[in-house]
Every structure is written in C-alpha cells, then in structure tokens.
C-alpha cells in the first residue's frame, strides 16, 4: 500500500524555536506539497514542490520554508515558531502534471502542532 | 477567483436516512474535482475524482455526481461508520494545486 508518513503525530514547541516537519513519501510521487489546517478554514496551502530542489510558494507561505534535497523527502521549517501557527500540519504528494490520469493527493496522517 | 464552497457545515442523519452534500465551484479550466473522507486526527483519505460534467462514480453508500457548476455526494441509507468530515476540492487550469471547501461534518446516529 502506498503511503507518505509524517515524522511525528503530536508535536510541542516553545515560540521562537526552529520546528522542522518531517514528510517521506515510498510512490516515486514528482509532487510534493504542505497544507495546513484550521477549523472553519479548511485546507490552506503553505509551500509546494514539483521536483527535487524546486519550491514554490503556496498562499500563505509567510514563517515558513521548506526542503527537497531527495525526491521522496519534503521538509516543512518553521524558522522562529509563533503561538499562531498552532495549528494541524498535512503533508501530500501526487505524480506530476504529464501523467495521463489526474489523481488525487496521497496525505499523510498529519502532524499537530502546538506552540506554547 | 477559484472558489469552492460546501454545504451544509455540518449534518445530522438518523442511520439509514439518505441524503447529499453539496460542493460548489467556480474554478478556471477545471481539470479534476475530488472527494475526501477524514476522520477526527488524521489526513484525508482519497475517494473520486470526477472531470467532465455528467459524470458520477460509486463506492459502497456514496455516489458522487458532477455538474458545470456542482458536484454532490450522495449517501443512501447511512450507517454510523460514514460518520466524518467530508471534503471537496477542484484542480484548475495547469497546475498540480487543490482548492478545498471546508469540509462537511457528517454524523450519522444509530
């Protein structure tokens, strides 16, 4: 069964610390993405990548960066954690544009993050 | 802009009661609109995907069906295992990118 596993289910951090998110993936998937989710927001995309060490800016993308130095790996960096990204972190991937079939995202089970 | 919107927020069933979830869009070029379960503290899980009005796909009690404007989730005859937060989202122009609606909160009682 395919899959993409995020490091950690729960997380607490201190604000100001540096968070990283952890998000592998075993489909030989080209895109990689990071969403975070909030009640009566819904899904919000932070950062997107198409290819190993391509990034692309999501909509909110403010306080975060990311990572993708191998193809299965998509890193998620909250460079000075504040009390409003509290918030549940999911992690997708999907093949690339130029495949014949327009599948859905695979998820991760997600990470909830806390900042104290 | 993209748009999705879902209705309603949230949903009440009696087990057995059947009923729809409405996702509406506007979306430039939609090239795919996709229907997610999720269950409390955990990622979404895939169910269809749907791409030219007219369309419709099945599994199990859900039917999801496609219109140039709408889709809808159909769920004959409910059961309290179908209880969870179901979400919509459309693929527009040429991009890999999903736009979520918030998510409809089903709970079905026995």
């Known amino acids: 069964d395919v899959k993409v596993t995020q490091s950690s289910r729960y997380l607490v951090k201190r604000t100001g610390e540096k968070v990283f998110l952890e998000c592998v993936q075993d489909?030989?998937?080209?895109?990689m993405f990071w969403y975070r989710q909030d009640p009566g927001l819904g899904l919000r995309l932070i950062y997107f990548s198409y290819d190993v060490k391509m990034k692309e800016k999501g909509d909110i993308p403010e306080g975060y960066s990311v990572s993708r130095e191998k193809k299965e790996r998509f890193s998620l960096i909250l460079e000075s954690a504040s009390t409003n990204q509290t918030s549940m972190y999911l992690c997708?991937?999907?093949?690339?544009?130029?495949?014949?079939?327009?599948?859905?995202?695979?998820f991760g089970s997600g990470t909830r993050l806390t900042v104290v | 802009e993209d748009q999705v919107t879902q209705s309603p927020e949230a949903l009440r069933l009696q087990e057995g009661e059947s009923s729809s979830l409405n996702c509406s869009y506007t979306?430039?070029?939609?090239?795919?609109l996709f229907w997610y379960r999720q269950d409390p503290g955990k990622g979404p899980e895939f169910l269809f995907t749907?791409?030219?009005a007219g369309e419709e796909k099945e599994k199990e009690r859900l039917k999801a069906t496609l219109t140039k404007k709408e889709s809808f989730l159909h769920i004959t005859a409910p059961k309290p295992e179908d209880s969870a937060t179901y979400l919509c989202?459309?693929?527009?122009?040429?991009?890999?990118?999903?736009?979520f609606g918030t998510g409809t909160r089903l709970q079905v009682f026995p």
């Open positions: 989202a459309v693929q527009a122009g040429n991009t890999d990118k999903l736009i």
């Open positions: 979306v430039s070029g939609l090239r795919g």
């Open positions: 489909m030989d998937h080209e895109n």
């Open positions: 997708a991937s999907r093949r690339g544009t130029g495949s014949p079939k327009n599948y859905g995202y695979t």
């Open positions: 749907l791409y030219s």
